[in-house]
Nanobody, 119 residues
Framework: QLQESGGGLVQAGGSLRLSCQSS????????MGWFRQAPGKEREFVVS????????DYADSAKGRFTISRDNAKNTAYLQMNSLKPEDTAVYYC??????????????WGQGTQVTVSS
């Protein structure tokens, strides 16, 4: 089970930090990551991190602005989002799978958290 928190409304240029707490087997030795879906658009990959934290993968739209991290002791992953833009407005979904990447379809999804960036 994956539970996101930390979404909300922020002005352009601002920051938000999303958290995703996992329970059970969805965390152990699995990658974690985030997808997002904007209104009228397809769901898209944002970022992922492996179990050790040594491998991360970022969509071009996230590079230089977003940072993913994880705390295995707390079974929690974090997404720090800086320099937010109106086009970042979307529902953000935490995901987990043995391997998470731009072309994967993770089995485990959170319920999603809304991020709205005003101009």
């Amino acid at each position: 089970q994956l539970q996101e928190s930390g979404g909300g409304l922020v002005q352009a240029g601002g920051s938000l930090r999303l958290s995703c707490q996992s329970s059970g087997r969805t965390y152990a030795k699995y990658d974690m990551g985030w997808f997002r879906q904007a209104p009228g658009k397809e769901r898209e990959f944002v970022v992922s991190i492996d179990w050790s934290g040594g491998r991360t993968d970022y969509a071009d739209s996230a590079k230089g602005r977003f940072t993913i991290s994880r705390d295995n002791a707390k079974n929690t992953a974090y997404l720090q989002m800086n320099s937010l833009k109106p086009e970042d407005t979307a529902v953000y979904y935490c995901v987990s799978e043995f391997r998470v990447g731009p072309t994967t379809t993770p089995r485990y999804w959170g319920q999603g958290t809304q991020v709205t960036v005003s101009s």
